[in-house]
């Protein structure tokens, strides 16, 4: 995996994770549960927020195996629903913040990379004519933008998933029966790496993933071209210097 792009992927993930977790606690401590602000975890500061496994071993055997990419998960931001005003309503919001956090950064980052397009620096980070990555101030400017939309809404999206300790679990967690909330409990971290082993070695997943990619797009009339264009150019990284 380049240098280069890890010099600009980590310190974005690190913020994004970071930014994530903070809302969360930000959302909970607004509806009446201080438990993450005493904990220390009501700060953009990261090290409170690093969890061993998710921010310090996933990445790692990420650059190790030469996956291409990286990506990593926070620790859960501790909340106590009985200190909430209204439990039910609320853990929905805080739910919710963490992805909203992460979609409200990717539109943040968007903007900036058209004011950047507008002032005349490559957006795109990379030379078209000897497809290598641009090292001057203007480039990893655009690539810190471009990579933190694309980390941005990877995190908002995949948080969205139903599987615990994501925070789509936390959304429906309060209307699920005791029973089916212990047995969902019980998957614990190991939801996550369940979640990238399907999505990098279960071809059918990956198939039904971008189907339902290129069927959202189709439905707002973005052809299917500009999907797979707009992906090659993500993967900047790939390409050899």
Same mark, same amino acid.
């Given at each position: 995996?380049?240098? +280069?792009?890890?010099?600009?992927?980590?310190?974005?993930?690190?913020?994004?994770?970071?930014? +994530?977790?903070?809302? +969360?606690?930000?959302?909970?401590? &607004?509806?009446?549960?201080?438990?993450? &602000?005493?904990?220390?975890?009501?700060?953009?500061?990261? $090290?409170? +927020?690093?969890?061993?496994?998710?921010?310090?071993?996933?990445?790692?055997?990420?650059?190790?195996? *030469?996956?291409? =990419?990286?990506?990593?998960?926070?620790?859960?931001?501790?909340?106590?629903? &009985?200190?909430?005003?209204?439990?039910?309503?609320? @853990?929905?919001?805080?739910? $919710? %913040?963490?992805?909203?956090?992460?979609? $409200?950064?990717?539109?943040?980052?968007?903007?900036?990379?058209?004011?950047?397009?507008?002032?005349?620096?490559?957006?795109?980070?990379?030379?078209?004519?000897?497809?290598?990555?641009? $090292?001057?101030?203007?480039?990893?400017?655009?690539?810190?933008?471009?990579?933190?939309?694309?980390?941005?809404?990877?995190?908002?999206? =995949?948080?969205?998933?139903?599987?615990?300790?994501?925070?789509?679990?936390?959304?429906?967690?309060?209307?699920?029966?005791?029973?089916?909330? @212990?047995?969902? &409990?019980?998957? *614990?971290?190991?939801?996550?790496?369940?979640?990238?082993?399907?999505?990098?070695?279960?071809?059918?997943?990956?198939?039904?993933?971008?189907?339902?990619?290129?069927?959202?797009?189709? %439905?707002?009339?973005?052809?299917?071209? @500009?999907?797979?264009?707009?992906?090659?150019?993500? @993967?900047?990284?790939?390409?050899?210097?």
């Amino acid at each position: 995996m380049p240098w +280069h792009y890890l010099i600009v992927a980590i310190p974005i993930l690190l913020f994004s994770l970071t930014f +994530h977790e903070a809302a +969360h606690a930000f959302v909970a401590n &607004r509806r009446g549960d201080d438990t993450a &602000r005493l904990a220390g975890r009501l700060t953009l500061n990261p $090290l409170p +927020h690093i969890d061993p496994i998710g921010t310090v071993i996933l990445p790692l055997v990420l650059i190790i195996t *030469g996956a291409g =990419f990286i990506i990593g998960a926070a620790k859960p931001v501790p909340v106590d629903a &009985r200190n909430l005003y209204d439990p039910r309503r609320d @853990m929905l919001a805080v739910a $919710l %913040s963490g992805p909203a956090s992460n979609f $409200l950064l990717a539109a943040g980052f968007f903007v900036l990379l058209q004011l950047a397009y507008m002032a005349g620096l490559d957006p795109l980070a990379f030379n078209h004519t000897t497809f290598q990555l641009e $090292l001057g101030v203007a480039g990893f400017l655009s690539a810190i933008l471009k990579l933190g939309i694309l980390y941005n809404l990877i995190l908002g999206g =995949f948080n969205l998933l139903p599987i615990p300790p994501l925070d789509g679990f936390g959304i429906i967690e309060p209307y699920l029966t005791p029973e089916l909330r @212990m047995r969902f &409990r019980q998957i *614990g971290m190991m939801g996550i790496f369940l979640i990238f082993f399907l999505f990098l070695y279960i071809q059918p997943v990956q198939n039904a993933f971008w189907r339902n990619v290129y069927e959202a797009t189709d %439905s707002v009339d973005i052809p299917g071209w @500009m999907i797979d264009e707009g992906y090659q150019r993500f @993967m900047f990284w790939r390409f050899e210097q």
